[in-house]
C-alpha cells in the first residue's frame, strides 16, 4: 500500500541521567507530537543500551513509539535480537520500529574485541540476519541455511503484535545498503556515507549534501522499483537553530559540505532557520527526496516543537 | 560484611498473553511479598525475552526487585549484556540482580546454531565473562585478555546504580561453576547438575539432600572467608502446598526414578502444608544456608502464605 509521506518527527536520545529523567522525557516527546523516541547503539559515548531503553520507554509512555536507529547486527546473534525486538513488540503493544545496521564504528568493534570485517561482508551479514528477524517473526516454524547464521526448524517467540513483523528501519549512504534496504525495509534512512569508520570524518561529512541525497533518493528509487511508493524515508536532523540570520551559518556549514550557502541550507541533517523557514525547507525536502520522516536529538526537542505542531500528519 | 541470611522470596517467569497481562503479574507478585521476579533465558517455550521483560516489569512496579535466572552467557557477548545491565539498573533505580549463567540447554543452542561446548569450555568462558562484566561495572577504563574474550581501554557505559555492581547470581550444579560462584558471585543458586545439555532422570538425581549438602561445600570451598557474604538460593522446581505430603511424593516420586522420601528431601522439592513448609525452609537454611527461595508462574500464589511468615526473618 502507498506510503501517505505525512510529516511525523521522532527523537533520538542517547543518555539519561536518571530513570526519573527518562521517563519525564519520554513523556514530554510524547505530549509535543513526536511520533517516536529511537535509540542508537554503540559502545562509546552512547551511555544507554537501546533493548532495555525501549522497554522503559514504552512502559511510561502509552503512543509515542519506540525504536533503535540503528542496532549493530554484529553485536547481536538475530535469534537473539529477533527475540527481544518481538518482546518489546509485544510490551508496548505494537509501538516498535525495528532499526537494523551493518555495523559501521570501528571504535565499537575495537573495544569489544570483535573482528571488523570489510562492508561487504557486514552487509551481507545483515541482509542474512534480517530473513532471520522475518522468518522468527513469521506464523511458522523457520529454517535458513546462510553463510552466516544456521537455523534449524525454530518457531521464534514471541510474535510480534505488528504483522507480518514491526517496520524494519535499514540506512545507509552507499548504494548497496541503500539497495538492500529499498527491496527489505519499510522505513529507509537516507545516512551519511560512513565507510570512514567514523561520523566525524571529512567524507562522511561531505555526503550528506544535497548533491549526494539526489543520489541516494536515486539509488533507492532504482532499487525499490515498484516498492519506492510504499517506503517511508527518513533523515536524522542532527543540527537544528532556530535564527532569523541564516546567512552566517549556512556560509559556515557550505564549507563542511562541500557546496553553496543555500545547498548547504537544504542539507537533510541541518535545519536552521525561523520555524516559517524550518516548515518550508521540510516540505521542499520532502517534494525533492520524498522525506517525510525527521528525527532530532532530543535535547533540542523543544525548539524543534513547533515545527512539529505546524507538520506532524500534514 | 555477613550477609543476614533472611529469608527472601522470588518467582521466576517467562512470558504472559500481553502487556496488560505481564504487568498485572507483576504488581502480584510485588504485592504478595515476594523480593524478585526473575526471568529464565530460553528460545525454546520461553517466550519473552529476559531483559526486555525485566526492564518492563520493573517499569510497572515501585519496590520489586528483577533478574535473569539466569542468562546464557554464549547467547550474547559479555561486553553488550554488561552495557544492557547497567542500564537496567539505572532505569530502574537499582532494582537490578543480574545472573549469569554458563549455559547449558542443548536446544538453545541447536536454535542459535551454535557450537555446544563441553562443559569445562563453557564455564571457562563464563569466569572470563564474569570479569569482563565486572570490569564493565567499575568506574574508568579496564583492558582485558582473555581466551575467549578480548576488550581494550573501553569505559562502559553507563554505569551502573548499585555500587559496586548489582548482586552478580551465578548458579549451578556442578564442582568448577559452584565453586567459581563462591569465588565471583553475591548470590549462588544451587541448582541441578545439567550435564547431559537436558531434564532427564540424572538431573533430578543430581538434587538429593546428599548432593545438596554437597554443593553447599563446593561453593564454601570456592568462596573460603567470603561464604559468610553470600546468599545461598534454590529454585524449586517441584513445589506444591499439600497437607498430604507423602501421599503426593509416593504418587510422583516413581516417575523420576526416586523414592517417595528422597523427593521430600530434595533440594529442588518443597511440598508439605504452609507450616511444614516453613519448618523445611527453616531447617534446610540451617543446614545448607539458603534463604533465598524461589518458585515458578504455576505456585507463587499458593506459597503466599509461606512468604508473608517468613520474609525478613
Known amino acids: 500500500m502507498a506510503h501517505d509521506r505525512k510529516f511525523r518527527f521522532g527523537v533520538q536520545c542517547l543518555r539519561a541521567a536518571s530513570a526519573k529523567e527518562f521517563a519525564e522525557q519520554a513523556r514530554r516527546a510524547e505530549d509535543l507530537g513526536f511520533s517516536s523516541i529511537l535509540f542508537p547503539d554503540h559502545f562509546v559515548d552512547h551511555p544507554l543500551a537501546p533493548m532495555p531503553a525501549m522497554a522503559a520507554a514504552a512502559a511510561v509512555t502509552t503512543t509515542l513509539r519506540v525504536g533503535t536507529c540503528v542496532l549493530g547486527n554484529d553485536y547481536k546473534h538475530p535469534v537473539v535480537?529477533?527475540?527481544?525486538?518481538?518482546?518489546?513488540?509485544?510490551?508496548?503493544?505494537?509501538?516498535?520500529?525495528?532499526?537494523?545496521?551493518?555495523?559501521?564504528?570501528?571504535?565499537?568493534?575495537?573495544?569489544?574485541?570483535?573482528?571488523?570485517?570489510?562492508?561487504?561482508?557486514?552487509?551481507?551479514?545483515?541482509?542474512?540476519?534480517?530473513?532471520?528477524?522475518?522468518?522468527?517473526?513469521?506464523?511458522?516454524?523457520?529454517?535458513?541455511?546462510?553463510?552466516?547464521?544456521?537455523?534449524?526448524?525454530?518457531?521464534?517467540?514471541?510474535?510480534?503484535?505488528?504483522?507480518?513483523?514491526?517496520?524494519?528501519?535499514?540506512?545507509?549512504?552507499?548504494?548497496?545498503?541503500?539497495?538492500?534496504?529499498?527491496?527489505?525495509?519499510?522505513?529507509?534512512?537516507?545516512?551519511?556515507?560512513l565507510t570512514a569508520g567514523t561520523g566525524e570524518h571529512e567524507s562522511s561529512t561531505k555526503s550528506l549534501n544535497p548533491a549526494s541525497t539526489d543520489e541516494?533518493?536515486?539509488?533507492?528509487?532504482?532499487?525499490?522499483?515498484?516498492?519506492?511508493?510504499?517506503?517511508?524515508?527518513?533523515?536524522?536532523?542532527?543540527?537544528?537553530?532556530?535564527?532569523?540570520?541564516?546567512?552566517?551559518?549556512?556560509?559556515?556549514?557550505?564549507?563542511?559540505?562541500?557546496?553553496?550557502?543555500?545547498?548547504?541550507?537544504?542539507?537533510?541533517?541541518?535545519?536552521?532557520?525561523?520555524?516559517?523557514?524550518?516548515?518550508?525547507?521540510?516540505?521542499?525536502?520532502?517534494?525533492?527526496?520524498?522525506?517525510?520522516?525527521?528525527?532530532?536529538?532530543?535535547?533540542?526537542?523543544?525548539?524543534?516543537?513547533?515545527?512539529?505542531?505546524?507538520?506532524?500528519?500534514? | 560484611m555477613a550477609h543476614d541470611r533472611k529469608f527472601r522470596f522470588g518467582v521466576q517467569v517467562s512470558s504472559a498473553a500481553d502487556a496488560a497481562g505481564w504487568r498485572e503479574r507483576a504488581h502480584k507478585i510485588e504485592d504478595l511479598g515476594y523480593s524478585t521476579l526473575f526471568m529464565p533465558d530460553h528460545f525454546i517455550d520461553s517466550p519473552f525475552a529476559p531483559m526486555v521483560g525485566i526492564t518492563d516489569a520493573a517499569a510497572a512496579t515501585t519496590t520489586l526487585r528483577v533478574g535473569t535466572l539466569v542468562l546464557g552467557n554464549d547467547y550474547k557477548h559479555p561486553a553488550v549484556v554488561a552495557k544492557e545491565a547497567a542500564t537496567l539498573d539505572v532505569l530502574s533505580e537499582g532494582r537490578l540482580e543480574f545472573g549469569l549463567g554458563a549455559g547449558w540447554q542443548r536446544t538453545d543452542y541447536d536454535a542459535l546454531g551454535l557450537r555446544y561446548d563441553p562443559p569445562g569450555v563453557r564455564v571457562d568462558r563464563l569466569t572470563e565473562a564474569i570479569a569482563v562484566v565486572k570490569g564493565c561495572f567499575t568506574d574508568g577504563p579496564f583492558t582485558f585478555v582473555g581466551e575467549h574474550y578480548t576488550v581494550r581501554d573501553y569505559d562502559a557505559q553507563p554505569k551502573p546504580l548499585q555500587r559496586p555492581h548489582p548482586p552478580i547470581l551465578i548458579g549451578g550444579g556442578a564442582p568448577r561453576v559452584l565453586r567459581m560462584a563462591g569465588r565471583e558471585a553475591d548470590i549462588v543458586g544451587i541448582n541441578p547438575n545439567l550435564s547431559s545439555g537436558e531434564l532427564d532422570a540424572a538431573v533430578v538425581r543430581s538434587s538429593v539432600a546428599e548432593q545438596t549438602r554437597q554443593k553447599v561445600e563446593w561453593i564454601r570451598d570456592?568462596?573460603?572467608?567470603?561464604?559468610?557474604?553470600?546468599?545461598?538460593?534454590?529454585?524449586?522446581?517441584?513445589?506444591?502446598?499439600?497437607?498430604?505430603?507423602?501421599?503426593?511424593?509416593?504418587?510422583?516420586?516413581?516417575?523420576?526414578?526416586?523414592?517417595?522420601?528422597?523427593?521430600?528431601?530434595?533440594?529442588?522439592?518443597?511440598?508439605?502444608?504452609?507450616?511444614?513448609?516453613?519448618?523445611?525452609?527453616?531447617?534446610?537454611?540451617?543446614?545448607?544456608?539458603?534463604?533465598?527461595?524461589?518458585?515458578?508462574?504455576?505456585?507463587?500464589?499458593?506459597?503466599?502464605?509461606?512468604?508473608?511468615?517468613?520474609?525478613?526473618?
Open chain 2, 222 to 313: 570456592g568462596a573460603g572467608e567470603r561464604f559468610d557474604d553470600l546468599e545461598l538460593q534454590i529454585r524449586y522446581f517441584f513445589a506444591a502446598i499439600t497437607d498430604d505430603a507423602r501421599g503426593l511424593a509416593e504418587a510422583v516420586a516413581p516417575g523420576f526414578g526416586l523414592t517417595a522420601a528422597e523427593a521430600l528431601e530434595s533440594g529442588v522439592a518443597l511440598v508439605g502444608s504452609v507450616d511444614e513448609c516453613c519448618e523445611i525452609l527453616q531447617r534446610r537454611r540451617e543446614e545448607w544456608q539458603v534463604s533465598y527461595i524461589v518458585f515458578g508462574d504455576d505456585n507463587f500464589e499458593a506459597f503466599a502464605p509461606v512468604v508473608a511468615g517468613l520474609a525478613g526473618t
Open chain 1, 81 to 193: 535480537l529477533a527475540t527481544e525486538a518481538a518482546t518489546v513488540d509485544v510490551l508496548s503493544d505494537g509501538r516498535l520500529e525495528l532499526g537494523l545496521g551493518a555495523g559501521w564504528m570501528t571504535v565499537d568493534y575495537e573495544r569489544a574485541g570483535l573482528p571488523l570485517d570489510p562492508p561487504g561482508v557486514r552487509i551481507a551479514r545483515l541482509a542474512e540476519a534480517i530473513t532471520v528477524v522475518k522468518g522468527l517473526m513469521a506464523d511458522d516454524p523457520f529454517t535458513f541455511h546462510g553463510k552466516h547464521y544456521d537455523i534449524d526448524e525454530l518457531d521464534g517467540e514471541p510474535k510480534p503484535v505488528q504483522k507480518p513483523h514491526p517496520p524494519l528501519i535499514v540506512g545507509g549512504g552507499r548504494p548497496k545498503i541503500l539497495g538492500l534496504a529499498a527491496r527489505e525495509a519499510q522505513i529507509i534512512g537516507i545516512n551519511a556515507r
Open chain 1, 216 to 314: 541516494k533518493v536515486q539509488w533507492v528509487r532504482e532499487a525499490a522499483g515498484d516498492r519506492f511508493d510504499e517506503l517511508e524515508l527518513q533523515s536524522l536532523v542532527g543540527f537544528v537553530m532556530e535564527t532569523d540570520d541564516v546567512a552566517s551559518t549556512a556560509e559556515m556549514m557550505a564549507g563542511a559540505f562541500d557546496t553553496t550557502p543555500e545547498e548547504a541550507l537544504d542539507t537533510p541533517v541541518v535545519l536552521v532557520g525561523t520555524i516559517d523557514e524550518m516548515v518550508e525547507r521540510l516540505q521542499r525536502r520532502r517534494a525533492r527526496w520524498a522525506l517525510s520522516y525527521h528525527v532530532v536529538p532530543i535535547e533540542q526537542m523543544e525548539t524543534f516543537a513547533p515545527v512539529v505542531a505546524r507538520l506532524a500528519g500534514t
